[in-house]
T-cell receptor
């Protein structure tokens, strides 16, 4: 009964490939997020969706495209992967937008681009 | 966002209260104190947050000093599963939702 599940947990791929990371939450939350964590323990927000609508779209390359088929799912598709895309990507959800609602994070996807 | 200072590590006996301090002397009036933890190879887990009043939920209590320059996270009865790195974050409620975890405190609960 995992609250926020993301797959795969590990992803190793070559430069130039296209890959997707899937995220699902069973908490009934309205808002979902994608974060990128670099090695300095900094979680940088990438996207946020509220009830399937995009509400935050930070400055990320156009190669990153989120898709929310319904409010329980937020997938991340990455085109033409580059070495700098290597990081841990976290999906999260909250009852409503904003940090005053505690986020529930997935366990992360460690992406390694070689 | 205000900078925070936490001890790098702490030990706590199982069943005892774990008190984790955080200094945030440059906190401004509209900044909240958030606590998260991260167990190895898992995602961050929200624990609690507050502005100036003490807060309690099913996981922990948060004590914020009157001048708001420091706070303490209290796990009332630590278990082995509470072994994790605990992060104190100070930031405004609105704005970009980036999270800077800093170095945190590695809490080890000892049987």
């Amino acid at each position: 009964d995992t609250a926020v599940s993301q797959t795969p947990k590990y992803l190793v791929t070559q430069m130039g490939n296209d890959k997707s990371i899937k995220c699902e939450q069973n908490l009934g939350h309205d808002t979902m997020y994608w974060y990128k964590q670099d090695s300095k323990k900094f979680l940088k927000i990438m996207f946020s969706y509220n009830n399937k609508e995009l509400i935050i779209n930070e400055t990320v390359p156009n190669r990153f495209s989120p898709k929310s088929p319904d409010k329980a799912h937020l997938n991340l598709h990455i085109n033409s992967l580059e070495l700098g895309d290597s990081a841990v990507y976290f999906c999260a959800s909250s009852q409503a937008p904003g940090l005053n609602y505690g986020y529930t994070f997935g366990s992360g996807t460690r992406l390694t681009v070689v | 966002d205000a900078k925070t200072t936490q001890p790098p590590s702490m030990d706590c006996a199982e069943g005892r209260a774990a008190n984790l301090p955080c200094n945030h002397s440059t906190i401004s009036g509209n900044e909240y104190v958030y606590w998260y933890r991260q167990i190895h190879s898992q995602g961050p887990q929200y624990i609690i947050h507050g502005l100036k009043n003490n807060e309690t939920n099913e996981m922990a209590s948060l004590i914020i000093t009157e001048d708001r320059k420091s706070s303490t996270l209290i796990l009332p009865h630590a278990t082995l599963r509470d072994t994790a790195v605990y992060y104190c974050i100070v930031r405004v409620l609105s704005g970009a939702n980036n999270l800077f975890f800093g170095t945190g405190t590695r809490l080890t609960v000892i049987p």
